[in-house]
């Protein structure tokens, strides 16, 4: 994906390279916003990613993940380490580039959603409980909201027909915001693989917003995702999953960073 000059002059925010990959310099609020605005006139799938250190650093040693993101329409700095480094070395009068995480556009959009009746909303991902309790706890954060339809993919590998009938699940509602929440990799794959056949709305992979939110899952205490400390916070909560993870992705991240990638 490349954002060319006449392109962003259209849009409320700018783009900068992070690793190749042309990332948004904007805020929480204007990208919500925006997405808001752009799923109520687009007659064609825009897919949205949220992008921390992992998916970057994915995107730039795997060039089939590299050609997934390229595929996106909007790639959001989900990940204090991107976000320095979208501002470095930037002149004073440039654009500051802040954090735009998949669980905070989440929480951004569907406040909209609750008093705007244009808006529909859609949850793809996780299991029947979960869905039930994510739909209940926004719900109750802001009343007025209810999703136009949720969907738990099944937990094994997906057959044509799987996927065929989570395109008509997503159609028959005539949701317009769809949240994939299928975690990282497999939402932005899912996105990319089936754009050409996905009815028009907008899409977003937020992947653990869904556990966030539903209460599952405990974030961060704030000024730890405000320093970058977030990845350090889940990892002691889920050490087996994501040490690896975090230990491979953290250091090629510095390792492009000191090379000048």
């Known amino acids: 994906m490349q954002t060319s000059e006449s392109n962003q002059s259209t849009l409320p925010y700018q783009t900068r390279q992070v690793f190749g990959f042309p990332v948004a310099v904007s805020t929480v609020d204007?990208?919500?916003?925006?997405?808001s605005e752009k799923a109520q006139v687009t007659d064609s799938p825009f897919l949205v990613a949220a992008a921390d250190v992992h998916v970057i650093t994915r995107g730039v040693h795997e060039a089939e993940f590299g050609q997934v993101l390229e595929n996106m329409d909007l790639i959001c700095p989900d990940g204090m380490p991107i976000v320095w480094k979208l501002n470095r070395g930037q002149t004073p009068d440039a654009p500051i580039a802040s954090r735009v995480s998949g669980?905070?556009?989440?929480?951004?959009?569907?406040?909209?959603?609750?008093?705007?009746?244009?808006?529909?909303?859609?949850?793809?991902?996780g299991d029947e409980e979960?869905?039930?309790?994510?739909?209940q706890k926004l719900g109750e954060k802001f009343p007025g909201f209810v999703p136009v339809g949720v969907y738990s993919p099944p937990f094994r590998d997906w057959t044509d027909e799987d996927y065929?009938?989570?395109?008509?699940?997503?159609?028959?509602s005539g949701a317009n915001v769809v949240w994939v929440g299928l975690g990282c990799p497999k939402q932005e794959r899912w996105m990319s693989d089936q754009r050409h056949l996905l009815p028009p709305a907008v899409y977003l992979g937020v992947g653990a917003a869904f556990a966030f939110h539903?209460?599952?899952?405990?974030?961060?205490?704030?000024?730890?995702q405000k320093n970058g400390l977030e990845w350090l916070y889940r990892l002691y909560k889920e050490p087996g999953r994501?040490?690896?993870?975090?230990?491979?992705?953290?250091?090629?991240f510095l390792w492009y960073l000191f090379r000048g990638k």
């Open 30 to 35: 204007t990208i919500g916003q925006f997405l």
């Open 214 to 224: 539903a209460g599952t899952v405990k974030r961060a205490p704030l000024w730890m």
């Open 130 to 135: 979960m869905l039930a309790t994510l739909t």
């Open 103 to 125: 669980p905070d556009l989440m929480l951004n959009m569907v406040e909209r959603a609750a008093s705007s009746p244009e808006l529909k909303h859609f949850l793809l991902g």
């Open 164 to 172: 065929a009938e989570m395109r008509e699940k997503i159609a028959t």
């Open 242 to 252: 994501l040490f690896r993870r975090y230990l491979t992705h953290n250091s090629l």
